[in-house]
């Protein structure tokens, strides 16, 4: 029975990331946990289809969610640098004169990452499960919709009862033999003196 240790599965399966939960996770869609002695505790292959495209989302947020906190604390530190050497000139040293440049590489490197999760996106929103998902949510949204106009049609219907009713009393009270509800009743109706 062959055994492979956590370095021996991370070799064959190459460039990784660490994602929060533990997992290391390589760019095949092959993933692996260790316990905190360094033995290797679970294994997946390397995927392929939609779950390959998953994972791979996966992979490349993890790593520009890291692009991004590394650009964002070199931007920090450099605008600190930069700060102090200005308010401390003899004794603080300025940015290194490439500061620009790699403030520049890391955009490159974080508009590139971005690119490639929104093809990745693109694949994923092509495929036959996305569009039943797509299809069920405009279902979802047209049976709300009937239901809204339903409801307002109901509402409709209620406001005319109000009407209905204060006829219905008005009428009650001409029965009575009362002039101020003759009145009442045609200005109801419309037809007022």
Not at 16 to 23: E, I, M
Not at 34 to 63: A, V
Not at 158 to 183: C, F, H, I, M
Request: proline letters at 4%; aromatic letters at 6%.
């Amino acid at each position: 029975m062959f055994v492979e240790t956590f370095a021996e599965f991370c070799l064959r399966h190459g460039e990784y990331v660490d994602t929060r939960d533990g997992y290391r996770l390589f760019l095949n869609g092959a993933s692996a946990r260790k316990d905190e002695l360094g033995r290797l505790l679970e294994t997946r292959e390397p995927l392929t289809g939609i779950p390959l495209l998953r994972s791979q989302r996966i992979y490349w947020t993890t790593k520009l969610d890291a692009e991004r906190a590394d650009w964002n604390s070199f931007f920090s530190t450099s605008v600190q640098q930069a700060d102090n050497a200005a308010k401390f000139p003899d004794t603080c040293p300025p940015p290194r004169s490439d500061t620009l440049q790699q403030l520049e590489a890391g955009r490159v490197r974080i508009a590139a990452l971005e690119h490639r999760i929104a093809e990745i996106d693109a694949e994923l929103n092509n495929t036959p499960e996305a569009h039943d998902r797509r299809r069920r949510e405009q279902e979802e949204a047209e049976r709300r919709r009937k239901h809204a106009a339903h409801r307002d049609e109901i509402a409709a219907m209620n406001r005319g009862a109000v009407d209905a009713a204060e006829v219905q009393k008005a009428l009650s009270a001409l029965a009575a033999g009362q002039r101020a509800a003759q009145d009442q009743i045609l200005s109801v109706v419309g037809m007022g003196r």
